[in-house]
Structure formats: C-alpha cells, structure tokens
C-alpha cells in the first residue's frame, strides 16, 4: 500500500442523481478526512473520522451528505440528489493519531461534474 | 476561525530565478504549518510540516521557514518542473486535526 486510493477518479452525473465516493487509506492510518475543492481555492474541510467514529463534521456538509467509515477501514462519501454547486474534486486523506501532529496524505482525489 | 492567506496569487520566473512564497495565518495554537505542491487535476502531494518559530526544513531546491505570524517557501534555482500550486494550510490546537488551506501560489518556471 503506497498512498490514499480514491475512486473514482472522474463521476459525471445528472442533477438530481446520487453518488457515493470511495476512500481507501493508508493501512496503518487511523484518521481520515475528506475535503473539497473548488478551482482556485484551496481544499475545504468537510469531515474526519477517527476510527470508525465520524468526531467533525463542517457546516458545509448539508443534510445531503452523508459520510461513514464501517469498521475503521475504507471510508465512503455519499451526496444525495446531486446540484450544480457540487460540482468539485472531493478528496480523502489520511494520518495516523497518538503520534506527534501526523501530516495528512492526500489521495489523487474524485473529479464530480453536475451536468 | 483560523485563517490563512497565501501572496502572491501567482508567480512567473525564468529558470534559475530564485524567489520566496509567503503564507501568513492566524491561529489559535498552532500545531503545525503545512506546505503541499499540487499538479492541475491532482491531489496535494506533502512537502513540509513545521511546528515552531525559527524551524527550517529543506528538501531539494525547497527550503521552508516559520515565524510566529508567516512562513515562506523558498525556491532556490527553480526549473521548469517545479511549476505546479503550492498550498500553505494550519492546524490549530482545537481544530480536531483538521486542516484550513489558503489559496494558494501558482508558479510558473519558463525554461
């Protein structure tokens, strides 16, 4: 396992419609976050999991998403009757708690487009 | 709320012209400054974390520094594949680990 893997890399779908995003982290990686990015900007926090618990959720996440992470491992981001305004690259990261402010690694990130 | 701004927007040298990315930030508690390279259609790749006032990291022709108010980039002898964004991003003491980004830089090397 080299890196944070997300998939897919590319969604294109109809307004209206649902996905759902996967993150898989870095094996031994007990925290993982998913954030968003518009285009020049930076990413925006939206979520973290420590384990399987979700401890922070943004006030830019709507009741529209909704996040999990069964069992501490792989992670999925679900976003319900998709608008325009989602349209971003959301991307995963992870680090690894109980030792001293891990970095985040980011994964290459899944590109939406709401048409 | 921490913040953070990144200066300039966007930088344009020639190969071999040295020059400094500046990110200031206001936080409550910093644990740790962080500086990523992000390609177009790519995620951040990590570069640095710097966790104090006066601390340096280097790595290749990248040598990142951190006062109690900004830290810079420096990028010495640049080439053209050093192009890509940079982001400065903080994490605070009561941030729950997470990560608030500035903009960002985009630099330019022309051969």
């Known amino acids: 396992d080299t890196g944070v893997s997300q998939d897919p890399r590319h969604k294109i779908t109809k307004r209206g419609q649902n996905v759902t995003f996967r993150c898989d982290p870095i094996?031994?990686?007990?925290?993982l976050y998913w954030y968003r990015q518009t285009l020049g900007q930076g990413p925006e926090f939206l979520t973290y999991?420590?384990?399987?618990?979700?401890?922070?959720k943004s006030r830019l996440l709507s009741d529209r998403f909704s996040a999990e992470r069964p069992k501490g491992s792989f992670s999925t981001l679900e976003i319900q009757r998709t608008e325009q305004g989602d349209s971003a690259m959301y991307l995963c990261?992870?680090?690894?708690?109980?030792?001293?402010?891990?970095?985040?690694?980011f994964g290459q990130g899944t590109r939406l487009t709401v048409v | 709320e921490d913040q953070v701004t990144q200066s300039p927007e966007a930088l344009r040298l020639q190969e071999g012209e040295s020059s400094s990315l500046n990110c200031s930030y206001t936080?409550?508690?910093?644990?740790?400054l962080f500086w990523y390279r992000q390609d177009p259609g790519k995620g951040p790749e990590f570069l640095f974390t710097?966790?104090?006032a006066g601390e340096e990291k280097e790595k290749e022709r990248l040598k990142a520094t951190l006062t109690k108010k900004e830290s810079f980039l420096h990028i010495t002898a640049p080439k053209p594949e050093d192009s890509a964004t940079y982001l400065c991003?903080?994490?605070?003491?009561?941030?729950?680990?997470?990560?608030?980004f500035g903009k960002g830089t985009l630099l330019t090397v022309n051969p």
């Open positions: 936080v409550s508690g910093l644990r740790g």
């Open positions: 991003a903080v994490r605070s003491g009561g941030s729950n680990y997470k990560l608030t």
């Open positions: 094996s031994e990686h007990n925290r």
């Open positions: 710097l966790y104090s």
């Open positions: 990261a992870s680090g690894q708690a109980f030792i001293q402010d891990t970095e985040a690694f």
């Open positions: 999991f420590q384990n399987e618990a979700q401890l922070e």
